[in-house]
């Protein structure tokens, strides 16, 4: 699994834009702009908690490949390596047999043909 993927989960619940105070759509170059308005607006040496929220997001949208990652987090998308993930997480344990006589079930309901 990639990198990316590993810390796709690991995104903040909150709307790092906001944080910003900014909207998704601002360019890559603006975000820079805005970031160093907040730091104008809340410096470290007053609000160390403020400062820490806002650099957070920073890291995460400054960088073009994070920033997708977490717009896609935040859209609820998955990659198909998670979604991979996720069914053998279903089926761990299960015995072929019980598989087999799924894929049966779904041939006769006419849904799938069996895998060969």
Same mark, same amino acid.
């Given at each position: 699994?990639?990198?990316?993927?590993? @810390?796709?989960?690991?995104?903040?619940?909150?709307?790092?834009?906001?944080?910003?105070? @900014?909207?998704?759509?601002?360019?890559?170059?603006?975000?820079?702009?805005?970031?160093?308005?907040?730091?104008?607006?809340?410096?470290?040496?007053?609000?160390?908690?403020?400062?820490?929220?806002?650099?957070?997001?920073?890291?995460?949208?400054?960088?073009?490949?994070?920033?997708?990652?977490?717009?896609?987090?935040?859209?609820?998308?998955?990659?198909?390596?998670?979604?991979?993930?996720?069914?053998?997480?279903?089926?761990?344990?299960?015995?072929?047999?019980?598989?087999?006589?799924?894929?049966?079930?779904?041939?006769?309901?006419?849904?799938?043909?069996?895998? @060969?």
């Amino acid at each position: 699994m990639s990198h990316r993927l590993q @810390t796709a989960r690991q995104y903040p619940k909150d709307n790092l834009y906001r944080r910003l105070g @900014t909207r998704s759509n601002i360019s890559q170059a603006r975000i820079r702009e805005k970031y160093v308005a907040r730091l104008r607006e809340f410096p470290p040496e007053t609000h160390p908690e403020e400062f820490r929220i806002i650099r957070e997001a920073y890291e995460i949208l400054s960088n073009p490949e994070t920033r997708a990652d977490y717009d896609a987090a935040r859209q609820g998308k998955q990659s198909w390596e998670e979604l991979f993930e996720a069914g053998a997480k279903a089926f761990a344990g299960t015995s072929t047999i019980k598989l087999r006589n799924f894929w049966a079930k779904l041939q006769r309901l006419g849904k799938t043909a069996l895998p @060969t």
